[in-house]
């Protein structure tokens, strides 16, 4: 029976959607036939959570890195790679590499080291042990020639508070140093890393790079030619971010894009999105910190132009850096009509980023939209409902013609709940004049 399934692997794709990764994991141990089938399927999607607070949190990354170099070609069966960090603080001091596992290792980088062209030394190994973890994240990335999704959910550092705090990131850096202009290629060039005095700890290296234009960060990471989406955290020091940015040459393949933490200057986001010409879904959480300038909201739509005939799903969320910051007045202005957005369904959206005293619902909602999630901004604290988003609300659904006619579902996300009475008589009129339903939901600080 078991010869059997081995002699027809193209039943495995079917096979495989069926198993969790644990009985994949044992049906590699049945015989070296069934580990060449079912490897391929175990590495298909890769998945970490980096642990600031115990010790040998990376070893599992770091194992990744030796069996991708050891085995290129099981790099090439990563559809998925997500990285996520939890428990900010202080780091754990680095642990240096054993005598056992450096033999057991010199075997398995002996390749590298060969096509690096480096002498087999027990230092160069210590070093790969001891690279940073975001190091080593970008170098698997550089290895992956067939992803199609990259979640990095990192933040650049952290101050030792458990607040993270915006700074180019050894991702970037490697990215940077590695790429190829059009390409993600192989990093065959390892030799580059044979000195650690990368960018990101050089203030002057910083203004140089924004000065020149190539402050490129991991936005290489937009050229894997199969790539359908990407997550990433994009923080950068808030001064002027506007400089000419190089050409990303994004894959066309990319349909999904999250910008998680961003921080990054109107014109550098305008110009990142610009080079996006298939997104359908693109969510983005910025965040302003109390001495920031007040964003310019015409750049995102401006920046998402070349996609309005596909763009499906637009989320936007303003949000502040520090909890504690009072917020007097919005930090941002809203991003100007939608209605040449022509396949947009639905939108997800701080009611600030939408509207203004100058811009209602009706001036800027396309007419193709089925959902919206209008949300209460920090600056709605000390609004009245009746002064600030009820009355928005009020005046949209009167309007005639109704402006949205596909809409079928309206969320609200306030501070503090109405009361039945309040949320009761809005749902019914919504109901009556338009047959939208309409729910409230309470935002978490």
Same mark, same amino acid.
């Given at each position: 029976?078991?010869?059997?399934?081995?002699?027809?692997?193209?039943?495995?794709?079917?096979?495989?959607? /069926? +198993?969790?990764?644990?009985?994949?994991?044992?049906?590699?141990?049945?015989?070296?036939?069934?580990? %060449?089938?079912?490897?391929?399927?175990?590495?298909?999607?890769? *998945?970490?959570?980096?642990?600031?607070?115990?010790?040998?949190?990376?070893?599992?990354?770091?194992?990744?890195?030796?069996?991708?170099?050891?085995?290129?070609?099981?790099? *090439?069966?990563?559809?998925?790679?997500?990285?996520?960090?939890?428990?900010?603080? =202080?780091?754990? #001091? @680095?642990?240096?590499?054993?005598?056992?596992?450096?033999?057991?290792?010199?075997?398995?980088?002996?390749?590298?080291?060969?096509? %690096?062209?480096?002498? =087999?030394?027990? $230092?160069?190994? !210590?070093?790969?042990?001891?690279?940073?973890?975001?190091?080593?994240?970008?170098?698997?990335?550089?290895?992956?020639? !067939?992803?199609?999704?990259?979640?990095?959910?990192?933040?650049? /550092?952290? $101050?030792?508070?458990?607040?993270?705090?915006?700074?180019?990131? =050894?991702?970037?850096?490697?990215?940077?140093?590695?790429?190829?202009?059009?390409?993600?290629?192989? @990093?065959?060039?390892?030799?580059?890393?044979?000195?650690?005095?990368?960018?990101?700890?050089?203030?002057?290296?910083?203004?140089?790079?924004?000065?020149?234009?190539?402050?490129?960060? &991991?936005?290489?990471?937009?050229?894997? =030619?199969?790539?359908?989406?990407?997550?990433?955290?994009? *923080?950068?020091?808030? #001064?002027?971010? $506007?400089?000419?940015?190089?050409?990303?040459?994004?894959?066309?393949?990319?349909?999904?894009?999250?910008?998680?933490?961003?921080?990054? @200057?109107?014109?550098?986001?305008?110009?990142?999105?610009?080079?996006?010409?298939?997104?359908?879904?693109?969510?983005?959480?910025?965040?302003? *910190?109390?001495?920031?300038?007040?964003?310019?909201?015409?750049?995102?739509?401006?920046?998402?132009?070349?996609?309005?005939?596909?763009?499906?799903?637009?989320?936007?969320?303003?949000?502040? /850096?520090?909890?504690?910051?009072?917020?007097?007045? #919005?930090?941002?202005?809203?991003?100007?009509?939608?209605?040449?957005?022509? %396949?947009?369904?639905?939108?997800?959206?701080?009611?600030?980023?939408?509207?203004?005293?100058?811009?209602?619902?009706?001036?800027?909602?396309?007419?193709?939209?089925?959902?919206?999630?209008?949300?209460?901004?920090?600056?709605?604290? !000390?609004?009245?409902?009746?002064?600030?988003?009820?009355?928005?609300?009020?005046?949209?659904? !009167?309007?005639? #013609?109704?402006?949205?006619?596909?809409?079928?579902?309206?969320?609200?996300?306030?501070?503090? +709940?109405?009361?039945?009475? %309040?949320?009761? $008589?809005?749902?019914? &009129?919504?109901?009556?004049?338009?047959?939208?339903?309409?729910?409230?939901?309470?935002?978490?600080?």
């Amino acid at each position: 029976m078991i010869l059997s399934l081995v002699a027809v692997p193209e039943l495995w794709d079917t096979i495989a959607q /069926c +198993l969790a990764p644990t009985d994949l994991l044992h049906l590699s141990s049945v015989s070296r036939a069934f580990n %060449a089938i079912t490897e391929k399927y175990l590495y298909r999607r890769i *998945s970490w959570a980096w642990n600031h607070s115990e010790l040998d949190s990376s070893t599992p990354i770091q194992q990744l890195l030796l069996n991708l170099l050891h085995r290129p070609e099981l790099a *090439s069966y990563i559809r998925e790679f997500s990285v996520h960090e939890i428990e900010y603080g =202080p780091k754990p #001091p @680095a642990r240096h590499a054993a005598s056992n596992s450096l033999r057991d290792a010199d075997v398995v980088v002996r390749s590298l080291i060969q096509e %690096a062209g480096l002498s =087999p030394s027990e $230092d160069w190994i !210590n070093r790969l042990y001891d690279l940073e973890v975001e190091t080593i994240v970008a170098l698997i990335i550089l290895l992956l020639r !067939n992803v199609e999704t990259l979640v990095i959910d990192m933040f650049h /550092c952290d $101050d030792e508070y458990a607040s993270p705090t915006q700074n180019f990131s =050894p991702i970037g850096d490697v990215l940077r140093l590695v790429c190829e202009p059009h390409s993600i290629t192989r @990093a065959t060039r390892f030799e580059r890393l044979k000195s650690f005095s990368w960018p990101s700890g050089d203030v002057d290296c910083f203004l140089g790079l924004i000065k020149s234009g190539e402050v490129l960060d &991991k936005l290489p990471i937009f050229r894997a =030619p199969h790539l359908r989406e990407v997550s990433l955290k994009l *923080s950068y020091s808030e #001064p002027s971010l $506007d400089a000419a940015m190089p050409t990303v040459s994004c894959s066309e393949s990319l349909t999904r894009l999250t910008l998680g933490y961003t921080t990054v @200057a109107e014109g550098f986001l305008k110009q990142l999105l610009s080079q996006m010409k298939n997104l359908e879904f693109f969510r983005l959480e910025l965040y302003r *910190s109390s001495e920031a300038y007040i964003f310019d909201g015409q750049s995102i739509s401006q920046g998402l132009m070349p996609c309005r005939e596909v763009l499906r799903h637009l989320t936007i969320h303003w949000e502040a /850096c520090d909890d504690y910051i009072e917020v007097d007045a #919005p930090s941002s202005t809203p991003l100007g009509s939608l209605k040449e957005f022509s %396949a947009l369904e639905s939108i997800d959206a701080t009611s600030s980023a939408v509207i203004d005293d100058n811009l209602t619902l009706g001036d800027v909602l396309p007419v193709t939209l089925k959902s919206l999630v209008l949300r209460e901004g920090l600056y709605d604290i !000390n609004v009245s409902w009746d002064e600030g988003l009820g009355s928005v609300l009020e005046e949209f659904v !009167n309007l005639s #013609p109704v402006q949205t006619p596909c809409l079928a579902e309206l969320w609200v996300g306030v501070w503090e +709940l109405l009361g039945e009475q %309040a949320e009761h $008589d809005l749902k019914d &009129k919504y109901r009556q004049s338009q047959g939208v339903e309409v729910s409230f939901f309470e935002l978490q600080y």
